[in-house]
């Protein structure tokens, strides 16, 4: 099995609907081999071991779970709180989440119990810009299987490229990071124009991109050499001086802009407003060649007690964010609106938080926002905190969980 949502479920894991821990989707599957991650090398490599019949070479491949009996080798795996020390104590789920992520952060293998069998997760699959680019240099048809209809999604995304995978962002409530890993990889500039002239051949080729990117626009091009960094974030609490503020995407976008065949490249990635804030010639860029009627950001809050349970910048960066995009905004011909995303409901938040954010909104003349109520996806650190009811100290946090409040939560920012 594969996949996103066997990603997020490879370990015990808190489910929302159920109201209560699952064990690992590989026992409850009864699956051989769980392939983590975006999956395409491991995928080549399962078929070579299998070709070579070699079980073992099997169970080691990098970026795969597997269950065994016994714990061979433990000095390449960490070891996470057992699946029945979660069931008896909620703050152990979210000192596995912690393990969990330092453990693949060292380049290491996770290993929990669960009976008299252990999870075990190899070490992520690496992957390089030249991989990256042998899998999108592939002659896809960008067709339906069938023939028949495009579904929207499809649809939406029939002429958007991907330009890297990974996300230095590591925010709480991400498993897009969790799934593609904290490490950024990024295409060459040449590998995503040669795309782009193969859009030409499509049947329903009209010019429009509508979206170059990942799960963050502004991380291409920031590949960081070190192998096994220790911190979670490559943003939070402050920025990585490694970490460039998008200049090698401005560059890009400067050059498939150039190209004849293309009429407009929209943004359909997110965008960070905080690594913006060091480059206004992108954010100029953006709101003059890449834009609909808005721009449209994720703050997520205003309050700084729920920003860092999110691993958010502050509200400072929110309000600089603002102050230039108006001064960028007043000297455009044509007006945009600045459309924020925003979360209520999130673990740590308080009614009075709400109000305070709709206060501060206001006096940013922010007028139109697009508000979820938190939900609690397997996986992810935001969940962990959600189950286990305390921050990453195990101090005790405001949790938040009737329906009805969280309701009127939303319906304060939205009315």
Known sequence: IGGLEASLRCFAHYDFQQDKIRRSILLDSKADLLVTGMGEKQLIGIARALESGSASQLLRLPGTASVTKELHEQGRFVELPA????LEDRTKLLEAHLILERGLLEGKGVAQKH???YVVQNAAQNYSPSDLEHLYDQD????????????????????????HRGCGGACSFCSIQVHQGKKVISRSMESVIKEIHGLRLHPEWKGYISDIGGATAEMYGNDCATEACPKPSCLYPERCRMFSPGRRYLDLL??????PEVKKIFLGSGIRHDVLLNNPELLEEILLYHSGRFLRIAPEHTEDSVLSLMRKPSFKALESFVSLFNSINRKLKRKIGLAPYLIVGHPGEKRADVIEMKKKLKSLG???TDVQIFTPTPGTLSTAIYYAECDLSFKAIP???AVGELLERKKLLTS
């Not at 400067?254 to 190209?259: F, G, I, S, T, Y």
């Open 254 to 259: 400067l050059e498939c802009r150039k190209l």
């Open 83 to 86: 699946f029945e020390t979660i």
């Open 366 to 368: 922010i007028r139109s």
């Open 399 to 401: 949790v938040e969980k």
């Open 115 to 117: 009976g008299d069998r």
């Open 140 to 163: 896809y048809t960008r067709m339906h299987l069938k023939g028949s209809s495009y579904s929207p999604a499809l649809r939406m995304n029939l002429f958007s490229i991907t330009s």
